[in-house]
């Protein structure tokens, strides 16, 4: 069973007047943020309040930990996330093998697991390669 979340904006949520990308949110570059380059969670709650000044802080977190609890209980579940013009996440079998202790050398059995993995979807791809042909990233 796929579970498909789709990017439609909820009923009576409208974006603020003042978008910078197709998205409507900023388009922040590599470094501009404490986090290496990286979007952190709080980062992306104090974005999705700014960009629905209807929507208290309070209320944004929720969203944001609603959707991200709703994904990894899918995952977890064994079912592919759809969100289209983004991505799809899926889980990959790694089977059994042997390694190595990094720090004796021993032979040691490493047992098979299930790990996520995001494959992006075209839209996705097109705006990083435009971007990098562009020079934002």
């Known amino acids: 069973m796929n579970q498909e979340f789709k990017d439609d904006k909820p009923a009576g949520l409208a974006p603020a007047p003042a978008s910078k990308s ?3 949110f900023d388009i922040v570059e590599a470094g501009d943020d404490d986090a290496g380059g990286a979007v952190t969670r709080s980062q992306l709650i104090a974005r999705l ?3 629905y000044p209807q929507l208290v802080a309070k209320d944004a977190e929720e969203a944001v930990k609603t959707i ?3 994904m990894a209980k899918a995952l977890a579940e064994g079912q592919r996330i759809e969100i289209r013009g983004f991505g799809s996440f899926a889980l990959s079998h790694r089977p059994s093998r042997v390694g190595r202790n990094p720090k004796s050398g ?3 059995v490493v047992p098979p697991k299930r790990v996520p993995h995001f494959k992006p979807g075209k839209e996705l791809r097109e705006r990083v390669d435009q971007a ?3 020079g934002q990233l």
């Open 49 to 51: 309040a700014d960009h």
């Open 22 to 24: 197709e998205s409507g």
């Open 132 to 134: 990098l042909q562009i």
């Open 68 to 70: 991200l609890d709703a």
């Open 106 to 108: 021993a032979k040691v």
